[in-house]
């Protein structure tokens, strides 16, 4: 049956990936979701799902819609999940490649806005905690940038005023882009731990004078780091 309708399926198939993709873009972007983030997001939820086969399967014991295309419609439906893992790996891909365009874009930004930077503290991660040290910085008019890699952070950062770019203070590369061999200190902010730890672990080999604070939730990796000379604070021990 399948192949008898190959090409009537190939087409169906075609225009409601296409048109899935297409509500469920919109519907992000009328949420206000980044577009590149809606797109990956339209192309993961293309696919149908298993809630059409509760649906058609009493219609076709009702004899609501005919044996024949309830079948094609099981098809045209596992057809499309199937489809899902290769739709979802092309919206990362298409995202990693906008990422690293945006990436190029925001470190020339930064080599052309922090070369006279000296003795400044470089923040990474602006998360909560990043916030609270950026503002405390400013209040003390104590020269600072901050990285993260999230790009909706950074874009309201700069909306709110922050020296802020896009970046991944996990590579020494970029950091050295932000003057860490110049800096009088980084403060790791980051809320996945290994990734704190990675980073500031390049820190300690790439730039051994370099004073490196780290923000930790737990103390997994607490003695490593205070072994390589970090030093570790744990903001839920401390009074307010």
Same mark, same amino acid.
């Given at each position: 049956?399948?192949?008898?309708?190959?090409?009537?399926?190939?087409?169906?198939?075609?225009?409601?990936?296409?048109?899935?993709?297409?509500?469920?873009? @919109?519907?992000?972007?009328?949420?206000?979701?980044?577009?590149?983030?809606?797109?990956?997001?339209?192309?993961?939820?293309?696919?149908?799902?298993?809630?059409?086969?509760?649906?058609?399967?009493?219609?076709?014991?009702?004899?609501?819609?005919?044996?024949?295309?309830?079948?094609?419609?099981?098809?045209?439906?596992?057809?499309?999940?199937?489809?899902?893992?290769?739709?979802?790996?092309?919206?990362?891909?298409?995202?990693?490649?906008?990422?690293?365009?945006?990436?190029?874009?925001?470190?020339?930004?930064?080599?052309?806005?922090?070369?006279?930077?000296?003795?400044?503290?470089?923040?990474?991660?602006?998360?909560?905690?990043?916030?609270?040290?950026?503002?405390?910085?400013?209040?003390?008019?104590?020269?600072?940038?901050?990285?993260?890699?999230?790009?909706?952070?950074?874009?309201?950062?700069?909306?709110? @005023?922050?020296?802020?770019?896009?970046?991944?203070?996990?590579?020494?590369?970029?950091?050295?882009?932000?003057?860490?061999?110049?800096?009088?200190?980084?403060?790791?902010?980051?809320?996945?731990?290994?990734?704190?730890?990675?980073?500031?672990?390049?820190?300690?080999?790439?730039?051994?004078?370099?004073?490196?604070?780290?923000?930790?939730?737990?103390?997994?990796?607490?003695?490593?780091?205070?072994?390589?000379?970090?030093?570790?604070?744990?903001?839920?021990?401390?009074?307010?």
């Amino acid at each position: 049956l399948i192949i008898s309708y190959a090409y009537q399926l190939t087409f169906v198939l075609l225009g409601y990936l296409g048109i899935k993709i297409v509500i469920i873009f @919109g519907l992000c972007k009328l949420f206000r979701i980044p577009t590149i983030s809606s797109f990956r997001v339209a192309m993961i939820l293309a696919g149908g799902g298993e809630f059409v086969f509760v649906i058609i399967a009493p219609s076709v014991a009702a004899k609501l819609i005919s044996p024949e295309l309830g079948q094609l419609l099981f098809s045209l439906v596992a057809i499309s999940m199937a489809f899902t893992p290769i739709l979802a790996n092309f919206g990362k891909r298409i995202e990693e490649k906008f990422l690293e365009k945006e990436g190029e874009r925001f470190t020339n930004d930064a080599l052309s806005e922090t070369m006279d930077l000296r003795n400044h503290v470089i923040i990474a991660g602006f998360g909560q905690v990043g916030g609270i040290i950026a503002r405390l910085l400013t209040e003390k008019l104590v020269p600072f940038v901050i990285i993260d890699n999230d790009l909706k952070a950074v874009t309201e950062g700069r909306q709110n @005023g922050f020296p802020i770019f896009f970046g991944d203070a996990r590579r020494a590369e970029v950091m050295r882009t932000f003057g860490a061999n110049k800096a009088r200190a980084v403060l790791i902010c980051f809320k996945n731990e290994k990734s704190a730890y990675r980073a500031a672990m390049m820190l300690r080999r790439q730039f051994t004078d370099l004073m490196v604070s780290v923000r930790l939730e737990d103390d997994e990796f607490e003695n490593k780091l205070v072994q390589a000379g970090v030093n570790v604070v744990m903001p839920q021990y401390l009074e307010p």
